[in-house]
């Protein structure tokens, strides 16, 4: 395969040292997420992630899965989404985050004339929206703050409900560090960056952040440590136990190949994925654009008995170009696993779904329009997403009931 078809899937491959050859608010959510992940893969296991030796000599990869609609593709899963609406508050200049945290929905964003990091939430029983909410539903805007001050970023914030607190992650205003702080329902607590004795994650993106196989999973773009990795544009990721950060790796170190994006990262768990022969558990699946616009992914297991990476899949194509950051959810109830990304040309919201080996025709949101990526998320069978207004700025955000998926 050539160079040119390696960099069209966004990848590198890997010389000699290793360096790129080429450019919710029930108490026990986070318990019932582990249970779901341990009735799936039999154990529930920390992972350490070391980083892998690197491949030596100019290697080529083989086989590419390119997973675009074709006559095999299952029929399309067009869904059905509520009238358009809007955060009452919010303006921002870059893509908002979503999460659930004790059933609320919660957004963030960076503010629009200012650099910090603002959230509201909307009460469960207003959802799902059904259209337009009344300003009742909506808590006022505040800061991810204390009195170690403000979260302040450049970037798109994330969010992520873990062990009983929403955590929210940015990429700082100044020196490229991932920060974090966890909210409590009161209050939030003091900033600290994703970091440990291996060094700390450094990007110029937003960063991603899921819940997986019992711990907190953060992945970025670039301007990775260790130094014999250090290159804008690869994916790094790190997980959070509770107490520490795991040392960072890369996708997918030890491999002939390791991915490379433009733009930020995302991230999300796959309940429909099957391991490959020798590897357990469900996935979890990374998505970047790459260096033409693709939309690649990689599903990544844990493999059995081991402490080392992340073993992850070749990677394939989502259906959809894009010149932003995807977004990616899934949900257990109904073994739901979603993409969205912005339209490279019109801004228009597009989204498929994926049943375990391949995507779903794109489908376009009629109403959703954008100059940056969309943020996903899911609830049982409720899939939202939000978006930053193409030109005005305003916050907006749809949500569609899912169908029960075939048997």
């Not at 603002?118 to 059904?130: G, T």
Request: net charge negative; proline share 9%.
């Amino acid at each position: 395969m050539s160079t040119q078809v390696s960099n069209e899937i966004g990848l590198s491959y890997l010389g000699e040292g290793g360096r790129p050859v080429s450019r919710n608010h029930l108490p026990s959510q986070t318990q019932a997420r582990k249970a779901r992940w341990v009735l799936r893969s039999g154990r529930l296991r920390p992972l350490s992630v070391g980083l892998a030796a690197a491949a030596l000599g100019s290697l080529l990869l083989t086989s590419i899965t390119t997973a675009v609609a074709s006559a095999s593709t299952p029929p399309a899963s067009t869904l059905s989404f509520t009238q358009q609406d809007f955060q009452p508050q919010a303006l921002t200049d870059r893509a908002p985050a979503l999460g659930f945290y004790y059933g609320d929905l919660y957004f963030a964003w960076k503010g629009k004339d200012t650099d910090k990091v603002f959230y509201s939430d909307v009460e469960a029983s207003c959802l799902p929206s059904n259209g337009a909410l009344p300003t009742s539903c909506w808590s006022p805007q505040t800061t991810v703050s204390g009195p170690w001050g403000s979260a302040l970023t450049l970037d798109a914030p994330a969010l992520e409900e873990y062990d009983g607190h929403l955590y929210a992650f940015w990429t700082g205003k100044t020196g490229n560090k991932i920060w974090y702080s966890a909210y409590n329902g009161t209050s939030w607590s003091a900033q600290a960056t994703v970091s440990g004795p291996w060094g700390a994650a450094s990007t110029d993106q937003g960063p991603a952040v899921t819940f997986w196989a019992g711990d907190l999973y953060v992945a970025w773009d670039g301007l990775t440590t260790p130094a014999a990795l250090s290159s804008p544009g690869l994916v790094g990721y790190s997980y959070f136990n509770g107490t520490t950060w795991a040392p960072m790796g890369l996708i997918a170190a030890g491999h002939p190949w390791v991915a490379q994006t433009v733009y930020a990262p995302a991230l999300a768990p796959d309940p429909t994925a099957t391991p490959p022969s020798g590897l357990t558990g469900g996935a979890l699946v990374f998505a970047w654009t790459t260096t033409v616009d693709h939309v690649a992914y990689s599903e990544c297991f844990l493999p059995p008995g081991t402490t080392h990476n992340l073993t992850c899949e070749t990677p394939g194509y989502a259906p959809g170009l894009t010149n932003a950051a995807p977004a990616l959810t899934s949900s257990d109830v109904g073994n739901f696993f979603y993409a969205a990304w912005k339209g490279k040309t019109a801004g228009r919201i597009w989204y498929s779904d994926f049943n375990g080996s391949s995507w779903a025709p794109q489908q376009v949101m009629p109403q959703a329009l954008t100059n940056q990526g969309p943020a996903l998320s899911l609830l049982s069978d409720t899939l939202y997403v939000a978006w930053k207004g193409k030109t005005h700025g305003n916050v907006g955000f749809e949500d569609a009931d899912l169908a029960p998926p075939p048997p």
